[in-house]
T-cell receptor, first 114, second 113 residues
Framework: AAGVIQSPRHLIKEKRETATLKCYPIPRHDTVYWYQQGPGQDPQFLISFYEKMQSDKGSIPDRFSAQQFSDYHSELNMSSLELGDSALYFC?????????????FGPGTRLTVL | DAKTTQPPSMDCAEGRAANLPCNHSTISGNEYVYWYRQIHSQGPQYIIHGLKNNETNEMASLIITEDRKSSTLILPHATLRDTAVYYCIVRVLIIQGAQKLVFGQGTRLTINP
């Protein structure tokens, strides 16, 4: 079965640079979530989109922005990168209009800021 | 969402049943119990969820107490590949909405040969 696709899988950036992470949800899924997992920490919710509209926001820095496009893929844009942004970034997708909203996660993007 | 409490770590012998407990004493009537696991830096993997009845799928069984204040995830025949951090998460099921997952510390399950 098709799964959530994230690209790139690994990304190395310098401080103050910009990064864009992409997420392609499972086909027909209408909701996307972004989570951040720092070293030795548990995943933390950043932001979510349902039907291309932002639906919830967590502890996402103002330097980060995200959107969901007409084909339901999503991009997380991160500017003025800091060392502390080094983390695993997971995208998850779900099908919300049905009576099941189980989130399925992608393999993650490992961002390293030098 | 209700808070959950899990033991930080557990060990289990390969081939035996692994029973992972979770306390959620403040759970509300409309909150479901979800279980995910994360195998070393991979994306969290959905295992099972339930409201009040016991549930079983190809991966595991979920036993929820009658008062719903606690639950147990059972992996019937644990293998080395089941070594992972297991998260018990309580959340409301929202139709046509997006409900984030709030990860707690989880239980680090180690399956020993």
């Amino acid at each position: 079965a098709a799964g959530v696709i994230q690209s790139p899988r690994h990304l190395i950036k310098e401080k103050r640079e910009t990064a864009t992470l992409k997420c392609y949800p499972i086909p027909r899924h209408d909701t996307v979530y972004w989570y951040q997992q720092g070293p030795g920490q548990d995943p933390q919710f950043l932001i979510s989109f349902y039907e291309k509209m932002q639906s919830d926001k967590g502890s996402i820095p103002d330097r980060f922005s995200a959107q969901q496009f007409s084909d339901y893929h999503s991009e997380l844009n991160m500017s003025s990168l800091e060392l502390g942004d080094s983390a695993l970034y997971f995208c998850a997708s779900s099908l919300e209009w049905a009576n099941t909203d189980t989130q399925y996660f992608g393999p993650g993007t490992r961002l390293t800021v030098l | 969402d209700a808070k959950t409490t899990q033991p930080p770590s557990m060990d289990c012998a390969e081939g035996r049943a692994a029973n992972l407990p979770c306390n959620h004493s403040t759970i509300s009537g409309n909150e479901y119990v979800y279980w995910y696991r994360q195998i070393h830096s991979q994306g969290p993997q959905y295992i099972i969820h339930g409201l009040k009845n016991n549930e079983t799928n190809e991966m595991a069984s979920l036993i929820i107490t009658e008062d719903r204040k606690s639950s147990t995830l059972i992996l019937p025949h644990a293998t080395l590949r089941d070594t992972a951090v297991y998260y018990c998460i309580v959340r409301v099921l929202i139709i046509q909405g997006a409900q984030k997952l709030v990860f707690g510390q989880g239980t680090r399950l180690t399956i020993n040969p």
